[in-house]
C-alpha cells in the first residue's frame, strides 16, 4: 500500500484524529504523550499510565501494559533517554494496525505521531516521500 509522507490516522484506542508523520529514517514509532507513569496493577504486572495528546484534544488518562523500555539515542551532546513502550490501535481509512509506540515528548517535532521503520514494516507501507495524504484526504481540524 502506498502512502505519503504525512497521513492523517485515527488513534482507535481513543478515537483521536491526528496527522501522522511516515519516517523511514526513524527506527521505531513515537506518540506524544503527557503525565506518564509506570506502575505495578495488584497482579504484579508494570503498566504505564498516560494521556495522549493530538494537534486539536488531549485524551483521558489511558493504562496500558508495559512491553518494554526503549533507549532513543541522543543526538549531538545530548544523552539517550529511557521510554516506556505501549501497544496502541491506529486506524487509516479502513485500514487498522495494532503497534508499538514509544511515549515521548513530542511538543518541539512538526507532528504529535511518529511511524518508524517497525511500524511501516509491519503494516508493509511505501513511503511517498515528495507526497501527502495519499491514503487519507482529510488533514486534522485547524
Not at 506518540?31 to 493530538?54: E, P
Not at 516521500?129 to 486534522?140: D, H, I, K, M, N
Amino acid at each position: 500500500m502506498a502512502t505519503g509522507y504525512l497521513e492523517m490516522v485515527t488513534i482507535g484506542d481513543v478515537n483521536l484524529p491526528v496527522v501522522a508523520k511516515l519516517d523511514t529514517g526513524a527506527d521505531t514509532s513515537s506518540v506524544h504523550a503527557t503525565d506518564i507513569s509506570q506502575y505495578k496493577d495488584a497482579n504484579g504486572t508494570d503498566k504505564v499510565r498516560f494521556r495522549i495528546v493530538t494537534e486539536t484534544a488531549t485524551s483521558g488518562l489511558i493504562e496500558r501494559p508495559l512491553v518494554r523500555i526503549a533507549t532513543i539515542k541522543g543526538k549531538g551532546d545530548n544523552p539517550s533517554v529511557e521510554r516506556p513502550v505501549v501497544e496502541l490501535r491506529f486506524l487509516f481509512n479502513d485500514f487498522e494496525i495494532e503497534t508499538q509506540v514509544t511515549l515521548a515528548d513530542r511538543d518541539r517535532y512538526s507532528t504529535n505521531l511518529l511511524f518508524g521503520r517497525n511500524t511501516l514494516t509491519e503494516a508493509k507501507v511505501f513511503v511517498n516521500p515528495g507526497a501527502t495524504y495519499v491514503l487519507t484526504s482529510a488533514r486534522a481540524p485547524s
